[in-house]
């Protein structure tokens, strides 16, 4: 016979009370919204791009970049490696994957190849007669290095996408080398693309002060030097530094970077904190080098070459330049994001504009009010009295999708509203097979109260099993899909997880206690 325990009365009746509290804000504008007291829910469900409006961009991590700085870092790595046992080479040139170089005592081949391999693990050492070697990464480690390099610049993104104060960004992973990144509510993506277009690798390196810039111009540079450009304009033209390729501190010692105003002149600058080993290194490097140029270089451009006029020991510092507010902003954003391992380079860019998607709205509305509708008549043509209840049932399930939604502030997209409404449909199917069951029991001569239980009870299995099968697949579609797929597939989930608690749970407790109530002679399908 049919029983409902009251705790598991009361539990349905809870879980139906918490879904209306938690969608309830969702009818609500978000000022409003999140205006609510604390202990009340107030998330409301994100929308997509295609629903609220925004920015897309299609982004491709150069790892051929990544794969240059490898062989230059390898070619410096020779020449430190042998500095110090003097191991004569000439013709040391740096290739696309490889470097070469020429022992100039062949004899000492083992040393040298024991040496660099202490120096780099990875690395292939290949020697040929006559001391000529020849030095590679395997394409396993080279895979391993760009993996990585996309892994960190996702992650590099995401920070930045962060710091602007974006909400509910979508960052993910396209192919081997891309990243697809959309932005609902923003529309100004050429400030996005500039944000997210610079490396904002920082170093500190010493400038050559003895090098003449007119021979480095020609080409003839000092030996572990190189000529940089500036921001600075000297008699109209681009001033430019010889540095050392070394570098002393890198930019991802800081722990903190900020915009200010200089107290004194008044103009923008970019006030930096270093960590504790960076501390150290900085004090380190101004005590021994006070009185020369010390140059702050961002993405090969000195952006700054201030004298060193006493040790800067507190481990903190300023970047001084010709900063307007929002670029001091957007550097001291970039430094506290960290710097990218490899440019990107944008691929496709779309805006959606919110007109657009307010259309989308309206019509993804009137679609799930029709659809509701038409169902509900359906219903109550076809078992009377008890398709209303379906119907209670089939509106809980729709608020408890998307209060689920709200709690989990999932991303609700075009396709996902089909899902709802496919979702709408999935849940008054278990309904037909429990009241086309009911309506087989009592042909076959049963009681009302026993009839509604076998049809309870013995449509249970179909209901799972075609609910079960529906959920595997929208499971098997997020894991495979992306993008609008992977909406459809949130919406459909969790419809059909709703469907399986309203048409059971929900639909049973709705019954049981009418036929307790009224004590009908048959029942009204």
Request: aromatic share 6%; proline share 5%; hydrophobic share 45%.
């Amino acid at each position: 016979m049919l029983h409902i325990p009251r705790w598991k009365a009361a539990v349905i009746i809870i879980a139906s009370l918490a879904g209306i509290l938690f969608a309830a804000p969702n009818l609500l504008p978000r000022q409003m919204a999140d205006q609510l007291p604390t202990w009340l829910p107030h998330q409301q469900i994100s929308l997509g791009l295609d629903l609220q409006g925004g920015s897309h961009l299609l982004l491709e991590v150069d790892t051929g970049a990544i794969t240059r700085e490898r062989i230059a870092n390898l070619q410096d790595t020779v020449r430190t490696a042998f500095r110090q046992p003097q191991i004569g080479y000439t013709d040391l040139a740096a290739g696309a994957e490889s470097v070469t170089f020429t022992l100039r005592e062949p004899g000492r081949a083992e040393e040298a190849r024991r040496l660099l391999r202490a120096a780099d693990a990875d690395v292939e050492i290949v020697v040929e007669a006559g001391g000529k070697v020849l030095l590679r990464y395997p394409e396993r480690v080279l895979n391993d290095i760009r993996r990585a390099a996309v892994d960190q610049s996702i992650e590099i993104v995401r920070r930045r996408v962060d710091e602007t104060g974006t909400k509910e960004p979508s960052i993910q992973r396209q192919g081997t080398d891309r990243i697809l990144l959309q932005l609902p509510g923003v529309d100004d993506p050429e400030r996005m693309k500039q944000l997210l277009g610079r490396t904002a690798k920082m170093t500190f390196r010493l400038v050559d002060m003895n090098a003449s810039l007119e021979d480095a111009r020609r080409g003839r540079l000092p030996p572990g030097t190189e000529l940089l450009p500036s921001e600075d304009r000297e008699g109209g033209q681009q001033r430019s530094y010889v540095v050392q390729r070394r570098a002393l501190v890198s930019g991802d010692m800081l722990t903190d970077a900020r915009a200010a105003t200089n107290p004194q002149t008044g103009e923008w600058v970019v006030n930096f904190r270093f960590d504790s080993t960076g501390s150290r290194r900085f004090g380190d490097v101004t005590k021994a080098n006070v009185g020369k140029l010390f140059a702050i270089v961002l993405d090969n451009k000195v952006i700054s070459a201030p004298v060193i006029r006493e040790p800067i020991l507190g481990g903190s510092g300023q970047i001084s330049g010709s900063f307007t507010p929002q670029s001091a902003n957007d550097l001291a954003l970039l430094l506290r994001a960290g710097a990218l391992p490899a440019p990107l380079n944008v691929l496709e860019e779309r805006t959606v504009g919110p007109d657009l998607g307010s259309d989308s709205i309206r019509s993804g509305t009137i679609a799930c009010i029709v659809g509701y509708l038409l169902i509900c008549l359906l219903m109550i043509v076809g078992y009377g009295f008890f398709g209303l209840i379906a119907n209670i049932a089939l509106l809980m399930n729709l608020i408890i999708t998307l209060a689920v939604m709200s709690a989990l502030q999932a991303t609700l997209t075009l396709p996902g509203i089909a899902g709802l409404v496919l979702g709408l449909a999935m849940a008054v199917d278990a309904n037909v097979l429990i009241y086309e069951r009911m309506r087989e029991e009592i042909a076959n001569g049963r009681t009302p109260f026993s009839a509604a239980d076998a049809g309870f009870s013995r449509a249970f299995i179909t209901i799972l099993d075609s609910n079960l099968t529906t959920l595997i697949a929208a499971v098997l579609l997020y894991i495979f899909g992306s993008g609008p797929m992977r909406g459809f597939a949130v919406t459909l989930s969790i419809g059909i997880i709703a469907s399986m608690f309203t048409a059971i749970s929900l639909t049973r407790l709705l019954v049981v206690s009418w036929l307790r109530w009224a004590r009908p002679a048959q029942l009204p399908l």
